[in-house]
């Protein structure tokens, strides 16, 4: 499969900041409750494991999607 940046890179900063603001901006606020608000450790505990599954979660569904782009027409 070929990707966008395989010969030469094509991406812009600002595409960059597009494509990891919206993932790295929640994740750091997120991170920062989790650390600041007053919680037993068990909840504490919980929204991380939470937070972590949500991350797999996003990265799972983004290649799935992205394979089922790049399928060909009768493959899919």
């Given at each position: 499969m070929i990707r966008g940046n395989q010969d030469q890179e094509?991406?812009?900063p600002a595409s960059r900041m597009v494509s990891w603001g919206?993932?790295?901006?929640p994740m750091r606020c997120t991170t920062y409750c989790i650390q600041t608000v007053e919680l037993e450790h068990?909840?504490?505990a919980q929204l991380i494991t939470s937070f972590?599954?949500?991350i797999s979660s996003a990265f799972v569904l983004a290649?799935?999607?992205?394979?089922?782009?790049e399928a060909p027409e009768g493959q899919k």
């Amino acid at each position: 499969m070929i990707r966008g940046n395989q010969d030469q890179e094509i991406d812009t900063p600002a595409s960059r900041m597009v494509s990891w603001g919206p993932f790295v901006i929640p994740m750091r606020c997120t991170t920062y409750c989790i650390q600041t608000v007053e919680l037993e450790h068990w909840h504490r505990a919980q929204l991380i494991t939470s937070f972590l599954f949500v991350i797999s979660s996003a990265f799972v569904l983004a290649k799935t999607l992205r394979d089922h782009q790049e399928a060909p027409e009768g493959q899919k």
